[in-house]
């Protein structure tokens, strides 16, 4: 009997899949720390025998080099992606044998990129589960416009052929088994779900129920900024990515600490935001270890700048340094646990800042200086607080100077980015409330929305 494993990256919305039989297996997409899937293999008690990429993926490093050095597997790649590494090229309608009658036979379905290939899981002949990738999504389809703006629309095209190709040739009761979609950037839109069937997709999904005029002109309108840091995933999985190092950083002292602040370098406090608006280094800045740390935190920072992590123990701060390097940033500059009573110079002072609810929004005496929504574009679409400023949290790094002058109430859907633009602000020597509740919370305490076109 055939067996398949889904090892989950929650913090970045993507799956990988160990699936094999008795004595052997294939690893679909690896994530770059590759030590959980050798830990699943083992558990298993099979061998990695393939390693299967549906494509040079946008969004993370792969662990699919590194797992092949380590195992001796045989590394399956799309025969046009260009990679600069020894590899096992695979076109379509190719097979392999896995194990004893458990054979993996892959099906071009360009569109996520040129040369996206899913992968057929079959025993004896049967279909089992198909392998996505970035094509066939729940409810949804893998962006196209993440390889090359001229070729966006083309491959919007090549996503709604690609669905059908799926659709037409695979019976309705075998699985969809995406990397992306779970709330992964590289998604088209995201989605509700955690399973599908081929059969499921045909009643639901826009790639199989509109036409494809209809379905592409939907979709390219609705894309949403793209990481900044995808810039940088793809090349580096074409060159070949260096084996993940989980070694600890240097200690960092207080002295070392403000030596770095000094020097322009980013210091990230993944404590919890309510831990850190009550007392944190001045100049820091908060991405808590429990939210999107990797994304948010390889979004804006910039590429290749020096980063020093705060933790308030050691098992956070190598779990946010597991959560890093699957994004490019291998090792963090320095490290320190603790409070901020230890990582300030004698003589300082922790900063804070208030946190606040929509109803004491509502409730304030007189109007705040200033309301700064720092949601996406499309959430702010469907509803905004009259009057508010809007720079997406994304921006506002680079944007901080056209914050308008006074107190700042900064809000986003929920708490976690509002905590991070807080920091930002914070560290920019702005007075700052971090507004930590849901935006249904908005309506309900009264305050005056507006919708409709305007920004």
Not at 388 to 417: K, Y
Request: net charge negative.
């Amino acid at each position: 009997m055939f067996f398949i494993d889904t090892i989950e990256t929650e913090g970045l919305g993507n799956r990988s899949y160990l699936a094999g039989g008795a004595r052997s297996a294939v690893v679909v997409d690896p994530p770059r720390d590759v030590d959980r899937v050798l830990a699943a293999a083992a558990a298993r008690g099979v061998r990695v025998s393939h390693v299967a990429e549906t494509h040079v993926h946008n969004d993370y490093v792969s662990g699919g080099l590194d797992l092949t050095r380590l195992t001796g597997a045989v590394y399956l790649v799309p025969t046009d992606a260009r990679v600069a590494f020894a590899r096992t090229p695979v076109a379509d309608g190719d097979t392999v044998e896995v194990d004893d009658g458990v054979t993996l036979r892959a099906m071009a379905t360009p569109g996520h990129t040129p040369h996206h290939t899913s992968y057929i899981l079959e025993e004896r002949g049967a279909v089992a589960a198909v392998f996505t990738g970035g094509s066939l999504l729940i409810g949804s389809v893998g962006r196209p416009d993440l390889v090359e703006p001229r070729l966006t629309e083309a491959l919007a095209r090549a996503q709604h052929a690609s669905a059908h190709r799926l659709a037409a040739q695979l019976p309705d009761e075998t699985p969809v088994l995406p990397t992306h979609g779970f709330g992964s950037f590289c998604s088209s839109s995201q989605s509700e779900g955690d399973a599908t069937t081929i059969g499921k997709e045909k009643s639901g999904n826009d790639a199989l129920v509109k036409d494809v005029d209809s379905f592409v002109a939907e979709l390219l309108v609705g894309l949403e900024d793209v990481p900044a840091y995808y810039t940088h995933m793809g090349p580096a999985n074409a060159e070949g990515p260096a084996p993940v190092d989980l070694t600890s950083p240097p200690v960092a002292d207080p002295s070392d600490i403000a030596a770095r602040l000094a020097a322009g370098e980013w210091v990230v406090d993944l404590r919890n935001r309510i831990t850190f608006a009550e007392g944190h280094l001045a100049g820091s800045f908060n991405f808590e270890a429990e939210g999107k740390i990797a994304t948010y935190l390889a979004w804006m920072i910039p590429w290749g700048k020096p980063v020093t992590l705060l933790a308030e123990s050691p098992a956070q701060l190598a779990a946010a340094q597991r959560e890093l390097v699957r994004v490019g940033i291998d090792r963090p500059a320095a490290a320190a646990t603790g409070g901020p009573r230890d990582w300030i110079p004698d003589g300082a002072s922790p900063r804070s800042f208030p946190r606040a609810t929509f109803a004491d929004l509502a409730a304030h005496d007189t109007r705040p200086d200033v309301v700064l929504d720092v949601r996406r574009d499309s959430e702010r679409a469907k509803g905004w607080i009259t009057g508010s400023a809007h720079i997406p949290i994304h921006q506002l790094h680079r944007r901080l100077n056209e914050v308008p002058p006074g107190t700042v109430w900064v809000h986003c859907a929920g708490g976690m980015r509002a905590a991070i633009a807080a920091s930002l602000l914070d560290a920019a020597g702005r007075d700052v409330v971090a507004v930590d509740d849901t935006f249904d919370a908005a309506t309900e305490a009264g305050l005056p929305l507006t919708t409709g076109t305007g920004r």
